[in-house]
């Protein structure tokens, strides 16, 4: 089936008014600045951490990426610490992607991945019933969430979760957080980083 390359007087009206663009570009200049402060935070959460970390591992790398189709919304992201080397993964990313949530995930993939299940394993009660899902999709990629996406990490599921973990050769774990959260519409997504960031250092520390 083709797509109709007419526009509609509702989709008219929106290529035509040029104030809608202005407010999206003011908007992805205060999601910048969030990720800004949450770079700030996390560098300070960076520097008292003991991490388990893979060879080549620099805690000082970063990078922040914009782009407008990530299943065809717009999104922006940080990447502290960032460390993507061959199959060695090892970055916790705080992504805002539009029309969906923000999500606050380890991506975890290479050597140590058998450590970091274990450690998950291990410290689960420290852990749990803190807002975290183990994503079950296929790939690392996937920032939905839900049935057939993630699994939630409450106490009565840890048999679950380990039954998850002993199938899959790579790791993320995340907390989503609706886009009308408080803390966001404050522009706070730097504190909610440095929590997240805290609450999951169980599972990446030595």
Not at 72 to 78: A, D, E, H, K, V
Not at 123 to 134: I, P, S, Y
Not at 176 to 188: A, F, H, S, T, W
Request: aromatic content about 12%; glycine content about 6%.
């Amino acid at each position: 089936m083709s797509l109709s390359l007419s526009l509609t007087d509702e989709e008219t009206a929106l290529v035509a008014d040029g104030e809608f663009f202005r407010k999206k570009a003011r908007i992805s200049e205060k999601i910048r600045g969030m990720l800004e402060a949450t770079h700030v935070a996390l560098k300070e959460e960076l520097g008292r951490a003991e991490l388990l970390t893979p060879p080549g591992f620099d805690p000082a790398l970063f990078q922040f990426v914009k782009g407008e189709h990530l299943e065809s919304f717009p999104y922006q992201y940080l990447d502290c610490p960032k460390h993507f080397h061959g199959t060695e993964k090892c970055t916790f990313r705080t992504l805002f992607w539009w029309g969906h949530h923000a999500v606050f995930a380890w991506v975890l993939e290479g050597r140590l991945v058998k450590q970091y299940r274990k450690n998950l394993v291990d410290r689960f009660h420290r852990v749990a019933g803190q807002d975290l899902e183990l994503s079950t999709a296929p790939t690392l990629w996937e920032w939905k969430r839900g049935e057939g996406y993630t699994l939630p990490l409450t106490h009565d599921r840890k048999a679950n979760m380990a039954a998850v973990l002993a199938e899959r050769a790579f790791l993320k774990i995340g907390r989503y957080v609706p886009l009308d959260d408080e803390r966001i519409r404050r522009g706070d997504l730097a504190t909610l980083g440095r929590e997240v960031f805290l609450v999951m250092r169980p599972i990446v520390s030595s």
